[in-house]
């Protein structure tokens, strides 16, 4: 029998779950403020925490916090008004397994509670055979988030597919989707994580000087050659080569990559001696390689290569439900980068990079978010402080997007109506995710 631990200020609720949770066959705990909880929680071995986020004198985040420091294994659920999916989203980030915004149906609840629980015992299967061998377990990056959207999903599972294989994986997506952090997280997740990732944007390197560039030289092979210089390739032994903007090699480079990555051993300028290399490759482009393949300037030898498994970035746009993620985390990066203490943003922003397209994706986001932190006199990020292309309707998609939202504007109601406003039945009738739903009720300002 699972035991949850309830936290709740309000006790008729409180107990009102805790009866119907009993009923439902768990062993439930109740506490009304944090204090006690952590006591609780101390004390005893419970398999889930169901926790309010507003507490009497005490941070719920904190309180998030303190629970996982005691266990980090415990999945941690946070119950929040309807109207707080920011503070929700921002629980997710400090490590709650999922939310649930008030009111809810009891339906609602069963299933998140199911779905947590599903998760520990999966996970706890995982880890098993791990626990003798911290030092040689792949590392999870630190330095990127993961997303709570279906796309986010969708591609963590691809990293976590691919990540222990040595395939060569193409990542394709728009410009500051976040490929090179999704190499990163690949190389983080391999067993190369303990050698070099390199990260090389093709783009940048003149053709004249890419040969030496990868491969390396000797003293005196050019002129310019001052000293011996070990390539990318050499650097990158044992771990991981990453190639930005694969796009733009010169045949001839495309040539020698190929060779390079069929003989598994390269020459460094000047020298004939041969050096073995041991790496895996990722590669990357924001434009359509297969179409330069068709139109000659990209070997098809060397994208089948290349491309052994390949993995393509959603944009922000298609990641919606990571907007507030995302912008919470880069207000912490920010905040940390300038030594400020901005502590989030006003309702109206938030309105305003919800309606916003992103054409630059997460690269613009963040440079937005820090310019504004850099510009915020106070605590609350205001409008004013934002770059005037987020005022401008986005002339080329905008009467695309009125139709869209119209339409789906409509199914939503249609479903809700349909399902007597049950959301968690709307959510599969109209074959998205509860979260999502919440996310586009917020978005539509559906009054219901
Ligand atoms: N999952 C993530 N978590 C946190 N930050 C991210 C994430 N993905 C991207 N970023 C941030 O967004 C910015 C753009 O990411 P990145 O450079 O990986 O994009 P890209 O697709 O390789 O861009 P380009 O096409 O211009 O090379 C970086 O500053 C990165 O730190």
């Known amino acids: 029998m699972s035991k949850i631990l309830i936290i709740e200020d309000d006790a008729a609720f409180g107990q009102m779950l805790q009866k119907f949770l009993t009923k439902k066959e768990y062993k439930v705990a109740i506490s009304y403020n944090a204090e006690d909880a952590k006591q609780k929680f101390n004390?005893?071995?419970?398999d889930l925490v169901l926790t309010d986020l507003r507490l009497p004198n005490y941070d719920g985040i904190k309180l998030l916090a303190d629970i996982k420091d005691i266990n980090f294994k415990t999945p941690v659920i946070v119950m929040t008004g309807y109207a707080e999916v920011s503070s929700a989203v921002h629980a997710m980030k400090k490590g709650a397994f999922d939310y649930i915004s008030k009111p809810f149906t009891?339906?609602?609840?069963?299933?998140?509670?199911?779905?947590?629980?599903?998760?520990?015992?999966e996970s706890n299967i995982q880890n098993e055979p791990q626990t003798n061998k911290p030092d040689n377990s792949p590392k999870p990056s630190t330095s990127s988030i993961s997303g709570v959207s279906e796309a986010s999903k969708k591609l963590q599972e691809y990293i976590k597919l691919v990540a222990p294989t040595d395939m060569s994986i193409l990542i394709t997506g728009e410009s500051g989707t976040g490929k090179e952090v999704t190499a990163k997280a690949i190389h983080d997740q391999s067993k190369r994580h303990g050698h070099n990732f390199i990260a090389v944007d093709c783009g940048a390197?003149?053709?004249e000087i890419a040969t030496s560039e990868f491969f390396g030289h000797i003293k005196g092979s050019f002129t310019g050659a001052i000293e011996d210089k070990i390539g990318h390739f050499e650097a990158a032994n044992g771990g991981t080569l990453f190639l930005d903007e694969i796009g733009n090699l010169s045949y001839e480079n495309q040539i020698q990559l190929l060779r390079a990555l069929q003989e598994r051993k390269?020459?460094?300028?000047?020298?004939?001696?041969?050096?073995?290399?041991?790496?895996?490759?990722i590669t990357a482009t924001n434009e359509d390689l297969s179409e330069?393949?068709?139109?000659?300037?990209?070997?098809?030898?060397?994208y089948h290569r290349i491309n052994e498994f390949s993995i393509e970035i959603p944009s922000l746009q298609e990641r919606f439900e990571d907007l507030l993620l995302f912008a919470d985390y880069f207000l912490d990066k920010a905040n940390?980068?300038?030594?400020?203490?901005?502590?989030?943003?006003s309702d109206e922003v938030i309105s305003i990079f919800r309606k916003y397209h992103w054409p630059g994706n997460l690269r613009e986001l963040q440079n937005i978010i820090k310019r504004a932190v850099l510009l915020t006199p106070g605590t609350l990020i205001e409008a004013n402080v934002l770059p005037k292309e987020l005022f401008e309707p986005n002339k080329n998609i905008a009467d695309a997007n009125f139709s869209k939202d119209a339409y789906e504007k409509e199914q939503?109601?249609?479903?809700?109506?349909?399902?007597?406003?049950?959301k968690s039945k709307a959510a599969?009738?109209?074959?998205?995710?509860?979260?999502t739903l919440y996310n586009k009720i917020s978005f539509y300002n559906l009054d219901l």
Do not use: C
């Open 106 to 121: 009891p339906e609602e609840i069963v299933m998140v509670i199911a779905n947590a629980l599903k998760h520990k015992v």
């Open 336 to 345: 940390s980068a300038l030594d400020k203490a901005v502590k989030g943003f």
């Open 43 to 46: 004390d005893d071995n419970f």
């Open 412 to 422: 939503i109601l249609r479903a809700l109506k349909e399902t007597n406003f049950n």
């Open 428 to 435: 599969k009738l109209l074959q998205i995710t509860r979260k």
């Open 205 to 207: 390197i003149p053709k």
């Open 292 to 302: 330069a393949v068709a139109n000659g300037t990209f070997r098809e030898d060397l």
């Open 266 to 281: 390269i020459k460094r300028v000047g020298s004939t001696k041969e050096i073995a290399v041991d790496l895996r490759l």
